[in-house]
């Protein structure tokens, strides 16, 4: 069995054991004081502390493994995110998705309106064009007859000398 109860037994009896060590360790101390003062006229050297004062391997183990077993324990608790079944996560993508679907077919409108705007003008612009520069050159009834001879004399003049 290595359920919590029987870790919490493990920790006490290996706590127990530590502090029975340490108590050992306290009364040898003032032993070793005691002993001190009676024969202060004679040089005793105090006993080396025992080796063994730190804290046991044993117990400092069964710390770290209940301290492990708690972080693995809090970890599993908690639920991970998971995006394919998050609704927000959902929402959020089938808002972009819509976004981009939006914007594409925006884009390709424009440059199809602009494709027929720009057919339509090259369309529209020969005849305009055509109709505005022959009214242009036309002249006008209320013009001088013998100025309206001499500005057809003088354009055909470099036509005929250009045919040459
Ligand atoms: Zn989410």
Not at 50 to 55: E, F, L
Not at 80 to 107: G, I, T, V, W, Y
Not at 121 to 127: A, P
Not at 133 to 151: A, G, N, T, V, Y
Request: glycine residues 2%; aromatic residues 4%.
């Amino acid at each position: 069995m290595t359920g919590p109860r029987c870790r919490q037994v493990d920790g006490a009896v290996a706590l127990r054991t530590y502090c029975k060590k340490r108590i050992q360790h306290i009364k040898q101390q003032r032993d070793l004081h005691e002993c001190t003062k009676e024969h202060r006229s004679t040089s005793i050297q105090p006993v080396e502390p025992i080796s063994d004062q730190s804290v046991p391997v044993r117990f400092m183990c069964t710390l770290r493994l209940n301290t492990f077993r708690e972080e693995m324990r809090r970890g599993a608790e908690q639920d991970f995110h998971e995006p394919s079944s998050c609704s927000a996560c959902l929402d959020k993508q089938a808002d972009l998705a819509m976004n981009f679907f939006l914007r594409k077919k925006r884009n390709q409108l424009q440059a199809q309106l602009l494709q027929e705007k720009v057919l339509s003008h090259l369309y529209s612009k020969d005849t305009v064009c055509l109709l505005g520069e022959m009214l242009k050159d036309m002249p006008k009834p209320s013009d001088d007859p013998c100025e309206i001879w001499q500005r057809l004399m003088s354009t055909e003049r470099p036509t005929l000398h250009d045919k040459k």
